[in-house]
């Protein structure tokens, strides 16, 4: 006895539902996965998302800036490809985000000041770089701030000019790097210093910026939100608390709308 229509019809109907459940779950998965692997790549190689903690670099950057850093800018290495890729040197008046060469190797945020082979004086609070003055529209000066040497003047002459905030390994060292009465930026290393120039810890005290050590630059604000004030005082996990419900409720009020998707310079 044949089998009827509607039962061939039913039964062809379970086995492509059968073979199609499987081939739907897969097709989740591997979706999945290719998002994962995407977003894992952006953050590895292109861009990444970075935080201004500290007034260094006022008024170009606040604390409480939270900026998109492109990774892939400087990416060159000097491979037979890098000519057809979007690569170009690092170059003087850059803003550069790079990881600390001390300690736990936080990140930091800076403005190139001199390149390899530079030669660079502080005289008088005005920065020369191979010998000419250099046009820094960008810099702010603190009148109010503490006396600091390496301010109005450096590199130091001699040992005995040698300040007390200056990073050990780099208080050993900058006197080789000193000719003339200039530092000597040396091969694959940068030197870099803050806008807010009398509140910026930078190359001056603590050295120069590895090549490796340069994670990218800063392209635009995608999220400026003024802290609380008693940020910096409370660093316990309770005041952390404390302060991040505090923003929320406040995000509103805090948040400097004007900075939003701003181009960073």
Same mark, same amino acid.
């Given at each position: 006895?044949?089998? *009827?229509?509607?039962?061939?019809?039913?039964?062809?109907?379970?086995?492509? /539902?059968? =073979?199609?459940?499987?081939? $739907?779950?897969? =097709?989740?998965?591997?979706?999945?996965?290719? $998002?994962?692997?995407?977003?894992?790549?952006?953050?590895?190689?292109?861009?990444?998302?970075?935080?201004?903690? *500290?007034?260094?670099?006022?008024? $170009?950057?606040?604390?409480? @800036? /939270?900026?998109?850093?492109?990774?892939?800018?400087?990416?060159?290495?000097?491979? +037979?490809?890098?000519?057809?890729?979007?690569?170009?040197?690092?170059?003087?008046?850059?803003?550069?985000?790079?990881?600390? #060469?001390?300690?736990?190797?936080?990140?930091?945020?800076?403005?190139?000041?001199?390149?390899?082979?530079?030669?660079?004086?502080?005289? &008088?609070?005005?920065?020369?770089?191979?010998?000419?003055?250099?046009?820094? %529209?960008?810099?702010?000066? @603190?009148?109010?701030? %503490?006396?600091? %040497?390496?301010? &109005?003047?450096? %590199?130091?002459?001699? !040992?005995?000019?040698?300040?007390?905030?200056?990073? #050990?390994?780099? !208080?050993?060292?900058?006197?080789?790097?000193?000719?003339?009465?200039?530092?000597?930026? #040396?091969?694959?290393?940068?030197?870099?210093?803050?806008?807010?120039? &009398?509140?910026? +810890?930078?190359?001056?005290?603590?050295?120069?910026?590895?090549?490796?050590?340069?994670?990218?630059?800063?392209?635009?604000?995608?999220?400026?939100?003024?802290?609380?004030?008693?940020?910096?005082?409370?660093?316990?996990?309770?005041?952390?608390?404390?302060?991040?419900?505090?923003?929320?409720?406040?995000?509103? *009020?805090? $948040?400097?709308?004007?900075?939003?998707?701003?181009?960073? /310079?």
């Amino acid at each position: 006895m044949s089998e *009827s229509a509607q039962a061939v019809e039913a039964r062809q109907s379970a086995a492509h /539902h059968a =073979e199609t459940q499987p081939a $739907t779950l897969r =097709e989740y998965i591997e979706s999945l996965l290719v $998002t994962v692997i995407l977003a894992l790549f952006g953050t590895t190689f292109v861009v990444q998302a970075f935080k201004i903690p *500290s007034q260094s670099m006022e008024p $170009t950057l606040l604390v409480g @800036d /939270h900026l998109l850093v492109n990774k892939f800018i400087f990416g060159g290495r000097g491979h +037979w490809y890098d000519s057809v890729l979007p690569y170009r040197e690092i170059h003087r008046g850059d803003i550069i985000v790079f990881k600390f #060469p001390y300690q736990d190797h936080p990140h930091y945020v800076k403005r190139v000041i001199g390149v390899p082979g530079d030669r660079i004086k502080i005289v &008088d609070q005005q920065v020369y770089v191979n010998g000419k003055r250099s046009v820094e %529209p960008y810099v702010v000066r @603190d009148p109010a701030a %503490p006396y600091d %040497p390496f301010g &109005d003047n450096f %590199p130091p002459r001699s !040992a005995e000019y040698l300040q007390a905030n200056m990073q #050990p390994e780099w !208080a050993d060292q900058i006197l080789q790097y000193v000719q003339d009465g200039e530092i000597v930026v #040396p091969p694959e290393k940068y030197f870099a210093m803050g806008d807010n120039r &009398d509140h910026s +810890w930078d190359s001056r005290f603590w050295g120069f910026v590895d090549r490796d050590a340069i994670m990218g630059r800063p392209v635009v604000i995608y999220w400026s939100v003024q802290a609380a004030h008693d940020d910096d005082a409370n660093q316990n996990l309770n005041g952390w608390i404390l302060n991040f419900l505090d923003t929320i409720l406040h995000l509103p *009020s805090r $948040t400097r709308w004007s900075r939003m998707l701003h181009e960073v /310079h």
